[in-house]
């Protein structure tokens, strides 16, 4: 008999997913907007970010730590209910003389919370769900976050116009304090107990419990990890810095047709979780090498189109279904990865390795957003230079990776 996807507890993750995402999302973008009105600089707001994204990086493992060794479903409350009361404090304090230091603590605090929340909710669902519905669950929870990244900004912005930063503040609240309530309700199995002791000779232990697993007794976990950050560092390069490089800087398109091509992007994110979700159960993970070397193969043609005289707008139509292509099979390729990463933890071990897989992936994403900035810089007279080399490089990496993932359905 089929096993349930949307059981109760799995039903209360997704809502909390939801509640929490979009109020991170429309709290994000009235941010930005304060500041870039404040400042005029669009680099103030960014680097802010970039600082408040180490403690996330740095504490992720410390968060993995505590998903193995605390109950999962009380962490998970306890963080979004302090994510509510942080954001509340902050909206009481704005606007002041002192308002971008504060919002510099905030996002900060914020990060500091997602370095501990992220790995318990990603160890939360092999917990809840089992085989195939682990995959799906990702899946879902996919699709959580891409609609609510689709749908935010537009609302978020709205709001920000009509009543202005605090009330987009006030609202984030909400969404915060409803998702700490869906997950009150959660009901988790109990965690096995763990040896206790002194403080830093449990961290100590857990660390070099988690590392010796991914290197020494599963070193497939550590390459299928290593190749879900080199697709990202790969994918979020070209995506985040190619895509409004290309269109406004080499094609001299406006606003309106970048604007149509994030929105794009971000579909295309929709139907790859759609589409992993269809394909659980009828591709073997061992054929998961395929989705990897797609999403080279669909960089090429971006890169193909500027080889010969060709109009602005069929470039840009090229472009974007390249870009869409590969936004959703790497989509497709995440969900999966994740997923068999989970499968192949063990319970005790989840928190710890799904943190490592949030540290790495974040610390490949601003890299590569950084590298592909200065390539793109230095070829912007024959760009194709970039994307073909690209696609070529990780349709490759791909094909190398067969051997990997026919170990890990071993």
Same mark, same amino acid.
């Given at each position: 008999m089929k096993e349930k996807l949307f059981t109760k507890n799995f039903t209360l993750l997704v809502m909390g997913?939801?509640?929490?995402?979009?109020? /991170?999302?429309?709290? *994000?973008?009235?941010?930005?907007?304060? @500041?870039?009105?404040?400042?005029?600089?669009?680099?103030?707001?960014?680097? $802010?970010?970039?600082?408040?994204?180490?403690?996330?990086?740095?504490?992720?493992?410390?968060?993995?730590?505590?998903?193995?060794?605390?109950? *999962?479903?009380? $962490?998970?409350?306890? =963080?979004? +209910? #302090?994510?509510?009361? %942080?954001?509340?404090?902050?909206?009481?304090?704005?606007?002041?003389?002192?308002?971008?230091?504060? $919002?510099?603590?905030?996002?900060? @605090?914020?990060? @500091?919370?997602?370095?501990?929340?992220?790995?318990?909710? !990603?160890?939360?669902?092999? !917990?809840? =769900?089992?085989?195939? /519905?682990?995959?799906?669950? /990702?899946?879902?929870? /996919? !699709?959580?976050?891409?609609?609510?990244?689709?749908? +935010?900004?537009?609302?978020?912005?709205?709001?920000?116009?009509?009543?202005?930063?605090?009330? @987009?503040?006030?609202?984030?609240?909400?969404?915060?304090?409803?998702?700490? %309530?869906?997950?009150?309700?959660?009901?988790?199995?109990? !965690?096995?107990?763990?040896? *206790?002791?002194? #403080?830093?000779?449990?961290?100590?232990?857990?660390?070099?419990?988690?590392?010796?697993?991914?290197?020494?007794?599963?070193?497939?976990?550590?390459?299928?990890?290593?190749?879900?950050?080199?697709? *990202?560092?790969?994918?979020?390069?070209?995506?985040?810095?190619?895509?409004?490089?290309?269109?406004r800087s080499i094609l001299g398109l406006d606003a309106r047709y970048y604007g149509g091509a994030e929105s794009a992007l971000a579909v295309a994110t929709i139907l790859g979780s759609v589409g992993a979700g269809l394909l659980t159960g009828k591709m073997k993970n061992e054929k998961l090498w395929l989705v990897l070397a797609a999403i080279g193969i669909c960089i090429i043609p971006a890169g193909f189109v500027f080889l010969f005289p060709l109009g602005a707008v069929f470039r840009y139509v090229v472009n974007v279904a390249a870009f869409c292509g590969m936004q959703a099979a790497i989509s497709i390729f995440s969900i999966f990865a994740v997923s068999m990463i989970q499968q192949n933890t063990p319970d005790h071990l989840l928190g710890k390795v799904m943190a490592y897989t949030s540290a790495i992936t974040m610390c490949a994403q601003p890299v590569g957003q950084m590298v592909y900035g200065f390539l793109f810089d230095g070829c912007r007279e024959a760009v194709f230079l970039v994307l073909i080399p690209t696609g070529v490089i990780v349709a490759v990496i791909g094909v190398g990776a067969r051997r990997v993932f026919g170990r890990m359905e071993q």
């Open positions: 997913q939801a509640s929490s995402l979009f109020g /991170n999302y429309i709290l *994000r973008l009235a941010l930005s907007m304060y @500041v870039l009105e404040t400042t005029g600089s669009a680099a103030v707001f960014a680097g $802010i970010l970039s600082v408040a994204a180490i403690p996330a990086i740095l504490l992720s493992p410390l968060g993995g730590i505590l998903a193995d060794r605390a109950d *999962r479903r009380n $962490i998970m409350v306890a =963080l979004d +209910a #302090l994510t509510g009361l %942080s954001v509340f404090c902050a909206a009481v304090i704005l606007p002041g003389k002192h308002a971008l230091f504060v $919002i510099g603590t905030l996002l900060v @605090v914020l990060s @500091v919370f997602g370095a501990f929340e992220t790995p318990t909710v !990603q160890a939360c669902i092999p !917990q809840m =769900l089992t085989g195939d /519905n682990i995959i799906r669950g /990702n899946a879902v929870v /996919n !699709q959580v976050a891409s609609v609510s990244y689709l749908t +935010a900004p537009l609302l978020g912005g709205i709001l920000y116009a009509a009543v202005g930063l605090k009330s @987009v503040m006030f609202a984030s609240v909400v969404c915060f304090f409803a998702t700490a %309530s869906f997950e009150w309700f959660i009901k988790l199995g109990r !965690q096995p107990e763990r040896g *206790r002791g002194r #403080l830093l000779a449990m961290v100590k232990n857990d660390f070099s419990d988690s590392v010796r697993f991914m290197t020494k007794e599963r070193p497939e976990i550590m390459k299928l990890l290593l190749l879900a950050a080199l697709s *990202r560092f790969f994918v979020m390069g070209i995506a985040m810095v190619g895509i409004p490089f290309i269109v």
